[in-house]
């Protein structure tokens, strides 16, 4: 198969994987598996809604950290709500 039978999607992809500096490999495949299952089910389960003002800069920086973590914006936002009220939120700074 060559480049031409790609869609434009698939030859972006195919671009970003063949760059050396833009995929990394995960080193505990089953942990990080089980996490991404957890995020899921955080996602899946939400049964209430709530509506916050933030400005537009944290909005970017939290999008950013999603973007890095795989995960989506507003299940990072939950994903720290939650570990902050449980107790398990750890500040590394």
């Keep these: ?29 089953g942990n990080a598996a089980s996490r991404f299952r957890g995020y ?3 996602t899946i389960r939400k049964n209430s809604r709530v509506n916050i003002r933030i400005s537009s800069k944290d909005l970017e920086a939290i999008q950013k950290k999603a973007l890095e ?21 750890v500040d590394r700074s």
Excluded: C
């Design 40 to 42: 899921a089910k955080a």
């Design 69 to 89: 973590e795989g995960i989506p914006y507003q299940t990072l936002i939950a994903s720290v709500l939650h570990k902050y009220v449980t107790g398990r939120f």
């Design 1 to 29: 198969m060559s480049n031409k039978d790609l869609d434009q999607e698939e030859r972006e992809l195919l671009e970003s994987y063949e760059k050396k500096d833009e995929w990394q490999s995960v080193e505990d495949v």
